[in-house]
């Protein structure tokens, strides 16, 4: 009789890769660029909203899919931790949805998590690729608007909707002024 | 304030603070890279500790040397770092960390030979992310862990706490929180290694004193017995209990020991002789 091969206790490269090339963050970034040729003030901000928001919730989408398509040891633990307590699901799997979703996306190897607990999970981002390429092909005016807040924004919103938890979402820092972008999940 | 709050509280207690228990779950290795299975920071402060003991009886002024050394480098240190709390914060720390896991004691096996086989003999606590891949070390875990909700833990705690445990939060690389103990003299290593050696970092004194209402005070003696750390003694002219502050761990086992609430804790910080005393 053959056993399957234990499982990783790291997130699997393929899904990881596949991820990446799915979601390619010059896609909104072109399409910022189109609209903010045709448009003008409050309607291209309008626009550049509604791009971002559409590829946050894209994001979220093929993050849930394929991270719960390709599973791996902790996870398998957190969800047996999960079920024998009922506690720490709050933060802790849709961290690991966020977690898969920026390092499938960014150039990092970790995700900066700034509080996981019962109440809240939030976390930080430094160098971001999002940003960078707006400021790149917008410049730094249109960039430090930070439209693209609501592709984070949109991302962990729909996380926490798709597995059933309420919560609030809330942007705590952003890049220009605070050297980092904070995104937090209060119980709600 | 003691010098851990000042590097890492935010303004606060250190150990209340949520950023000091957050991790991430994954971490992606640099391509082309070997996993490091390099010297977690529990082992390394072992070693170096072990490495100063050994000093003890070879050269007694090299040992005070590399002591006080020792307690200058604080969290610059391969050490742990550690402080006495009492049940009631160690129950506000099972609110900010997430899993938490029972765990047999390490300190025990070495001091006592003495191996806690089951989730009701554990008293070592593990707290974050980092315990969902237990298994990784076999031999660490020997038995298995045991997760807890919240309100498990904080039962958890009060049972050691009735049994006279001290609670000890323990750091695990920088200032992640990642163990909170249930610790005893002369089991727990250290406790022993602050209270017959003198090295601070792993057991620094905690935030509060205890003390007496004397008027509430019968003389009984319980709390005596409690004490890890000699600070408690029956005063033979009053027949009371009486706290020699300076020794004071502020542990808190004394107030949870007295049936006549005549123990309480005072902060540490009210008390100006105290204030630089960790």
């Known amino acids: 009789m053959t056993q399957a091969a234990p499982l990783s206790f790291d997130l699997n490269q393929e899904m990881l890769d596949m991820l990446g090339q799915r979601l390619d963050i010059q896609r909104p970034v072109s399409k910022l660029v189109e609209v903010l040729a045709g448009k003008r003030g409050a309607e291209a901000e309008e626009a550049a909203r509604g791009i971002f928001e559409d590829y946050g919730r894209e994001w979220a989408g093929l993050t849930l899919q394929l991270g719960e398509r390709h599973s791996d040891r902790t996870y398998q633990v957190l969800k047996e931790v999960v079920d024998r307590t009922g506690s720490f699901g709050f933060a802790l799997i849709p961290q690991r949805f966020v977690e898969i979703a920026y390092l499938s996306t960014q150039q990092i190897r970790s995700l900066p998590i700034v509080e996981n607990n019962n109440r809240r999970l939030a976390y930080e981002m430094r160098d971001c690729r999002i940003f960078e390429a707006v400021k790149e092909r917008c410049g730094e005016a249109v960039a430090n608007l930070m439209t693209c807040r609501q592709a984070c924004l949109a991302l962990v919103r729909s996380i926490y909707e798709s597995l059933g938890l309420a919560a609030a979402i809330e942007m705590e820092a952003s890049l220009p002024q605070d050297g980092c972008c904070r995104f937090a999940a209060t119980r709600a | ?278």
């Open chain 2, 1 to 278: 304030m003691c010098w851990v709050c000042d590097i890492y509280g935010d303004g606060g207690l250190w150990y209340l603070n949520p950023k000091n228990y957050a991790r991430n779950l994954y971490r992606l290795r640099t391509p082309g890279a070997a996993r490091a299975f390099g010297e977690d920071p529990e082992t390394l402060g072992l070693r170096r500790m072990q490495e100063i003991l050994e000093t003890r009886f070879t050269d007694r002024e090299e040992f005070s040397r590399l002591v006080k050394e020792a307690n200058e480098m604080r969290e610059k240190g391969p050490f742990q770092i550690g402080q006495v709390v009492p049940l009631q914060d160690a129950h506000k720390m099972v609110e900010l960390s997430g899993p938490f896991a029972a765990m047999s004691c390490l300190c025990r096996i070495h001091t006592r030979a003495r191996e806690e086989r089951s989730p009701r003999e554990y008293s070592c606590g593990g707290l974050g992310v980092g315990m969902l891949k237990w298994e990784r070390w076999p031999e660490r875990y020997k038995g298995g862990v045991h997760f807890m909700s919240p309100d498990e833990a904080k039962e958890w705690l009060t049972k050691w706490n009735k049994r006279g445990m001290v609670h000890i939060p323990m750091t695990f690389g920088g200032s992640f929180i990642g163990g909170l103990c249930n610790c005893d003299y002369p089991d727990c290593l250290v406790i022993r290694h602050r209270v017959d050696y003198g090295m601070e970092t792993g057991c620094l004194k905690g935030h509060y004193v205890a003390k007496v209402d004397y008027d509430l005070c019968t003389g009984c003696g319980d709390c005596v017995q409690r004490c890890q750390f000699g600070a408690l003694k029956l005063e033979v002219t009053t027949r009371k209990a009486n706290i020699d502050l300076l020794q004071c761990f502020g542990c808190g086992l004394c107030e949870t020991g007295c049936s006549q609430g005549a123990i309480s804790l005072a902060d540490r910080m009210s008390f100006p002789m105290l204030q630089e005393v960790w």
